[in-house]
């Protein structure tokens, strides 16, 4: 990977991802690992790497800027993080033990169901915060179990994060929608360090690709976040319900593809 057309798409991959990340509270490599593959021809597992290392970039920046302007759930956010480091190692545990196709499809039923249910909240103009009680007891517990889930389902299927804490904190306890998404971006840094430590240490990591994305990155997490934060709470619960709806297809399309092509 060399050029000036290599740095240009790196910056506008990071600038894209960030933008995303900081609008919608989520990691990004969903969109990032495809895009170095696809369009800087970097091999899948150095993808991964690298993804992960942006993202603490770019988290970070993201949830200074939903932490500054109170929308962060920290104790929360400290019951995210223990469960999502367990979950990754359950899911990487069963990974080659599970039907990974059957259970892509499964749940990209449950992100389309959960973003249509989504879209509908946001249109009827839900808008509120979990009450204290419940954001101190039950918010806890849901934390924890969320937490859980997102870091199996991100080992098991390289999917999860924010795409799973931000709807189960938004229908779960029912807190406002920038509250979830700052506070998933938390929990997303942490997750981030540990995979990349893990990938840096099996020399899976594009340094060089790194500094393109990361620059594009940080500014664009930055704007995502400021126009989530100035967004009425509806309407970003609206936005996300769609965005769910989107990656649900992304996520069936290759287990869909590899069905028809074995004739199952």
Same mark, same amino acid.
């Given at each position: 990977m060399s050029g000036t057309g290599s740095w240009t798409k790196l910056l506008l991959i990071g600038l894209g991802t960030g933008f995303l990340a900081g609008l919608m509270g989520v990691g990004g490599g969903v969109v990032m690992i495809p895009a170095m593959v696809l369009l800087l021809k970097i091999d899948q597992h150095t993808a991964h790497g690298t993804s992960l290392a942006i993202m603490i970039v770019i988290a970070t920046a993201a949830a200074a800027a939903y932490a500054l302007n109170g929308a962060v759930n920290w104790p929360i956010a400290a019951t995210l993080i223990p469960g999502t480091l367990a979950g990754a190692f359950i899911g990487a545990r069963l990974a080659s033990r599970v039907p990974a196709r059957q259970l892509t499809l499964l749940f990209s039923v449950f992100v389309l169901i959960t973003g249509a249910t989504m879209?509908?909240?946001?249109?009827?103009?839900?808008?509120?915060?979990?009450?204290?009680?419940?954001? %101190?007891?039950?918010?806890?517990?849901?934390?924890?179990?969320?937490?859980?889930? $997102?870091? /199996?389902?991100?080992?098991?299927?390289?999917?999860?994060?924010?795409?799973?804490?931000?709807?189960?904190?938004?229908?779960?306890?029912?807190?406002?929608?920038?509250? /979830?998404?700052?506070?998933?971006?938390?929990?997303?840094? %942490?997750?981030?360090?540990?995979?990349?430590?893990?990938?840096?240490?099996?020399?899976?990591?594009?340094?060089?690709?790194?500094?393109?994305?990361?620059?594009?990155?940080?500014?664009? $997490?930055?704007?995502? $976040?400021?126009? %989530?934060?100035?967004?009425?709470?509806?309407?970003?619960?609206?936005?996300?319900?769609?965005?769910?709806?989107?990656? $649900?297809?992304?996520?069936?399309?290759?287990?869909?593809?590899?069905?028809?092509?074995?004739?199952?």
């Open positions: 879209v509908h909240e946001g249109m009827a103009g839900a808008d509120v915060a979990a009450p204290a009680g419940v954001a %101190a007891h039950a918010g806890i517990v849901w934390g924890l179990a969320v937490g859980l889930l $997102s870091g /199996c389902l991100g080992g098991l299927l390289g999917v999860g994060g924010g795409i799973v804490m931000v709807p189960a904190l938004a229908l779960g306890p029912g807190f406002a929608q920038q509250i /979830c998404q700052g506070t998933s971006l938390v929990a997303i840094i %942490a997750t981030a360090i540990s995979g990349a430590l893990t990938h840096n240490a099996a020399g899976n990591m594009d340094r060089r690709a790194a500094i393109g994305l990361a620059a594009g990155g940080l500014p664009g $997490s930055l704007a995502g $976040s400021a126009v %989530a934060i100035s967004m009425p709470g509806a309407h970003l619960t609206a936005t996300f319900g769609v965005f769910l709806i989107v990656m $649900s297809a992304l996520i069936a399309y290759p287990a869909l593809r590899a069905q028809r092509g074995t004739g199952r």
